[in-house]
């Protein structure tokens, strides 16, 4: 049990809301521009260390402060995030350009996108990540208590296990934060719409359950994956017409 | 010398083959192309019931096209009218490979010589007509059973 992995676990809170929305009430898109200038001032220049737990919840509550204001009321379903998890992420791509960013407060409310408004991690505004980009993010569970000890975690789509893992978590540590670098961590980029669920189960504070939207932004059909499929697609319509279509043959030709 | 009249077909008939199953091997891998360029482009949420509706639709399509799609025309002019002597033609040579340790002991036998007729159908060696004459006299028509040989058409083998 190392501590990469007891952090891990700890982390997972933050990565449900990654991946991941919240329960039944949700803040409102609208949103003035005063407050989206406070958010986004508090995206960072540069990218943070690693293991910058304190800055990251430093910058939580920099980030709730500036949400006070807003309104909260119902907007959808189509993200959920259940448990006394939350944190914030920063999206950017290969350029170093922030793209998308997103809060979930921990306290039942959506998680809330920092970057243009409005509920976050939905099928209409899902999380934006490029496929060659990082992704910053500090998560928590709860914020200011014991984390979850005994713990397991996984991470799926679709019913299909993407990542999974748990950790006795003996000193009971409660909150991660670090970078994601896609670029190295994926094989090649693609683009897709992923739908992805997450969860993680302790023995003493329950559980802290997601489902969300994420989009991965890359090149389309020009990746390696696009072009795969229109070799396939084209692949399979040629056979189609030249190779499958019915025939007449003159009966008893030579 | 007698007039062959016996026709095996009727001239300019056709018949449709149908290929359901490289329908739907093609229908595959155009389900799967489908699939894969519709998450790409994010027309769909990528989701493991998602691809399979869209594989199922490819070898749906792929199988319906080799079934039932319409067929395309026979190639070339129909072949005339095949007679009993058109055969003998097509066969004469039959039995001109056949290997020398395997030529028939007594050259005039008429038996004999049908019964190679039967077995060996490919490409005559011209060199070697010693046997040629012994193949079956037209007028008699004696060369049904090389006929099996011929190919149905061209529409390529190993057909499903």
Known sequence: ?254 | MSTPTRTTFTPGETETKKHPVRGFFWGLMLGIGIAIVAVVTKLVTLSLTMVIVLVVVGVVIGTLWGAFAPAKRPKGEPPPARTAGAAYEASRFDDFDRPASEEPAAQGDSAASEDVDDKHTTAPDLGSGSAGGAGGDPDTGTTSGSDGGDSAGGDGGGDD
């Open chain 1, 1 to 254: 049990m190392g501590w990469s992995r007891v952090r891990t676990g700890v982390a997972i809170g933050g990565l449900v809301l990654l991946v991941a929305g919240s329960p039944a009430t949700a803040q409102s898109d609208e949103i003035d521009q005063s407050t989206l200038d406070a958010l986004r001032a508090e995206v960072p220049e540069g990218e943070p260390g690693e293991d910058d737990i304190q800055e990251g919840d430093d910058r939580f509550g920099r980030l709730v402060a500036a949400l006070g204001e807003t309104t909260i009321v119902d907007i959808s379903s189509s993200s959920k995030l259940e448990g006394v998890c939350g944190g914030w992420a920063f999206s950017f791509d290969e350029d170093g350009e922030l793209i998308d960013s997103a809060i979930a407060l921990g306290n039942g409310a959506a998680p809330f996108d920092t970057f243009e408004g409005g509920q976050a991690f939905t099928a209409d505004n899902p999380f934006q990540v490029d496929t060659r980009g990082l992704v910053m993010y500090f998560g928590f569970m709860p914020r200011n208590d014991e984390g979850p000890m005994d713990h397991s975690w996984s991470i799926t789509t679709s019913g299909i296990s993407l990542d999974e893992g748990g950790d006795p978590n003996e000193n009971g540590d409660n909150r991660n934060a670090g970078i994601v670098d896609l670029a190295e961590d994926l094989p090649f980029p693609f683009s897709a719409k992923v739908q992805v669920s997450g969860e993680l189960t302790s023995s003493n504070i329950g559980q802290c359950i997601g489902e969300g939207h994420v989009e991965f932004i890359g090149n389309g059909l020009t990746d390696p994956v696009g072009l795969v499929g229109l070799a396939l697609l084209g692949g399979g319509l040629f056979g189609l017409l030249f190779n499958a279509r019915p025939a007449q043959t003159w009966r008893g030709a030579a």
